[in-house]
């Protein structure tokens, strides 16, 4: 910065790493008095009991601390105290009111406009700072997805086959012998493609601009909504000007529009040449089902950028997540290895190698994959992205059967965590079992069920009921495909003296440690 210029450019003083501390007294101040004064106005269910506090003298603030690193800590502590009673956990921005498991199927079943599960996870962002607050006006990006990706899955899995195909040599570690890699980021790279390919179309996904920022969007958004959580709503005007990452968003977001605009007029003008009589083809992408049905102002070019981005972030993070969480595990456990290289050699005699025969559908070759199936099930057990699944918000006031009160703008959710690692619903929970689904399919009348992509109220990954996430039609054989390829051509292994990844915990989210790696080489055993 120029001491000789009198006009400082704010925003970039802030962005630098060396912001003098004197400027975050006000902010300090702030947190003194929040850990005071807000905790006691907050809402949550009758009758539930704030769980956490050490002893009776604990400041709020401390407790809303200890929840971000060691909210694992606090809720399975909560969930053996009262089991089938509600209690309540403490973030910094919000209580979240943990209601037992015996209460999912009522909840399940209570409409979205008295209980709303967009809304609660539009508050986790918040919204007024990450710019995503279109998503409480409308659901364009949910029905994208459950109207026509779902409806069209064979033509959209074909496309992603066709694009892992197109970017796997430049993508897929090139070693032949051991060699350290970032697994994650190759399993990120993969997906984002895809994404983009299935979304945007054949030219962005080969946008290199497009995939960075649609990367780091995702990166700077949950940074900057953690920091804005952190603090009550009526400092955030203050706050959100020292937030680095909350201007890096605003920078994306400019950079998006730049690469969306010219797509929204191309798709124009082919509509408007279709009206007067003419052939026209484009490229076959879910974005322009979303211009044709959306509302004026979900048009426009700013809030269709930001859809595009958040949907980048929905189907980038946890996929790419569950992909290399099967690849950990399997490096914790070597000797399920056999087993799957088994089941795709044998999928691959009968259908021939995926995409190579036109007679048969990339749905159809992936689901013959039951036992990887049946691993991503276990991952998704012991391994879950988040700790409280499903959550809601509600919209109105709501009595259960048996008179529990959830007021006006509560957050409610489920440990979902502490339910499929305890002894009473899932047997020897400690021991990573990868069969267990495919044991219950083979029951007699099972075939059809226990699949990942079904809703299962013992694993709530993908939430329960109609508010449950549409994606994961899509989303599950694309784990599928991704992993079934990376074990055919390789082999894994942990660094010399390394093991499992450790977990980084931020309230109730999960994410793996960014700088673990694993030792890859081209696949010797057959």
């Known amino acids: 910065m120029d001491s000789k210029n009198p006009m400082i450019n704010y925003r970039e003083w802030v962005e630098q790493d060396t912001a003098p501390s004197y400027l975050f007294s006000a902010v300090l101040f702030l947190i003194a008095y929040w850990a005071l004064y807000y905790p006691s106005t907050r809402l949550r269910v009758s009758n539930a009991q704030v769980y956490g506090f ?18 694992h800590q606090i809720l399975e502590e909560g969930y053996k105290k009262f089991k089938d009673r509600p209690f309540v956990v403490r973030r910094f921005d919000v209580d979240i009111s943990v209601l037992p498991m015996k209460y999912l199927q009522e909840i399940r079943l209570i409409s979205q406009s ?30 994208v997805v459950a109207n026509k990706l779902t409806s069209e899955l064979p033509k959209y899995l074909e496309a992603a086959r066709e694009e892992l195909d197109s970017v796997w040599e430049s993508i897929a570690p090139q070693a032949d012998d051991w060699t350290e890699v970032d697994i994650q980021d190759v399993t990120r790279s993969m997906v984002s493609c895809i994404s983009a390919r299935i979304f945007l179309g054949p030219s962005v996904c080969k946008n290199q601009e497009w995939l960075r920022i649609s990367f780091d969007f995702s990166i700077d958004l949950f940074f900057t909504a953690f920091a804005m959580r952190m603090f009550p709503p009526w400092a955030h005007p203050l706050v959100a000007r020292f937030v680095p990452s909350r201007y890096r968003l605003l920078r994306y977001l400019k950079r998006a529009q730049a690469i969306i605009e010219p797509i929204i007029k191309d798709h124009d003008e082919a509509v408007r040449r279709r009206q007067m009589g003419e052939s026209v083809e484009e490229d076959d992408m879910l974005f322009h089902w979303m211009l044709d049905n959306a509302t004026e ?21 946890t996929t790419s997540m569950s992909v290399a969480n099967i690849i950990f595990s399997l490096c914790d456990h070597p000797e399920h290895l056999k087993d799957l290289w088994d089941e795709i050699d044998e999928v691959k005699g009968d259908l021939g190698r995926l995409g190579t025969r036109s007679s048969v559908e990339t749905r159809q070759w992936l689901a013959r994959l039951e036992k990887l199936d049946s691993y991503f099930i276990e991952c998704l057990r012991v391994h879950p992205v988040a700790l409280l699944m499903p959550q809601r918000e509600a919209i109105e006031p709501v009595t259960l059967d048996d008179g529990t009160h959830i007021p006006v703008g509560t957050g409610i959710a489920f440990a979902n965590y502490q339910h499929q690692m305890d002894p009473t619903i899932i047997p020897d929970p400690d021991v990573f079992d990868p069969w267990r689904s495919y044991r219950k399919r083979r029951a007699a009348g099972q075939t059809h069920k226990h699949l990942a992509v079904q809703l299962n109220p013992d694993i709530n990954t993908f939430g329960f009921g109609s508010q449950a996430c549409p994606g994961r039609y899509f989303a ?31 309230d109730e989210n999960i994410f793996l440690d960014p700088k673990a790696r694993l030792m890859v080489r081209k696949r010797r055993t057959r």
């Open 297 to 317: 102002k979900e048009k426009q070019l700013p809030e269709m950028s930001n859809r595009q981005l958040m949907l980048s972030l929905a189907s980038i993070h």
């Open 114 to 143: 008295k209980l709303n599960a967009r809304h609660a996870h539009i508050h986790n962002l918040v919204p007024d700072y990450t710019q995503m607050g279109f998503m409480a006006e409308g659901d364009l990006h949910f029905r």
């Open 54 to 71: 050490r002893t009776f003298l604990e400041p709020a603030l401390l407790l809303q601390a200890r929840f971000v690193s060691y909210g």
């Open 476 to 506: 599950v054989p694309e784990i599928k495909m991704i992993t079934a390829r990376l074990l055919n051509e390789y082999e894994f292994k942990y660094p010399e003296g390394k093991g499992r990844p450790k977990l980084i915990h931020a």
